[in-house]
């Protein structure tokens, strides 16, 4: 298993994302999961990544649990918009793509000027998929080239567990 592609298809990695345009030049990461929803279903708890991360909310979320059900307005998208408490939205596609870069000067020192785009794509009338690329700059020095390998599998670690959570809300016919 590569800790730079988990959980992808053939050809997912050649799509088009909405990040393409903001990370050449940088490696690249990428992550999936089926979701047992339509695709609006699955973007809309994509949306909800504006009000919490879902992966291990003891470690990234303060302790605080990400939210069991759907926030209204969390799907009204404007360019600037802060998520996930460290990123901010930069480019969007209503109903298809997500992409925010690293905002929070912490942010950048741990982690870099990362940036991620989230897509999703309908497998089905009643399937679909959530793909996340993630645009990692290259290391500013030694250390955070040791580092490396300990930071891509930390973030495989945690995406698959945001995944994961938001497919199985999802799939949970969690949308009103």
Not at 163 to 176: D, E, K, P, T
């Amino acid at each position: 298993m590569s800790l730079k592609v988990w959980g992808t298809r053939p050809g997912e990695t050649d799509l088009h994302y909405a990040g393409d345009a903001l990370g050449p030049g940088r490696e690249a990461w990428f992550r999936a999961v089926d979701v047992p929803a339509p695709a609006p279903v699955a973007f809309r708890w994509l949306c909800q990544l504006r009000v919490a991360p879902y992966s291990y909310d003891w470690i990234d979320n303060g302790g605080r649990r990400s939210p069991r059900e759907l926030v209204p307005g969390v799907d009204e998208l404007a360019a600037g918009q802060r998520w996930m408490t460290i990123f901010d939205l930069v480019a969007f596609v209503p109903g298809e793509q997500l992409t925010f870069r690293m905002a929070t000067r912490r942010g950048r020192a741990l982690f870099g000027d990362i940036v991620v785009s989230y897509l999703v794509r309908a497998a089905g009338p009643d399937r679909s998929r959530l793909i996340a690329k993630l645009y990692v700059p290259g290391p500013r020095g030694p250390l955070e080239r040791a580092g490396r390998p300990l930071l891509c599998a930390g973030d495989l670690v945690m995406m698959r567990r945001q995944l994961l959570n938001l497919a199985g809300r999802a799939g949970a016919g969690q949308v009103r």
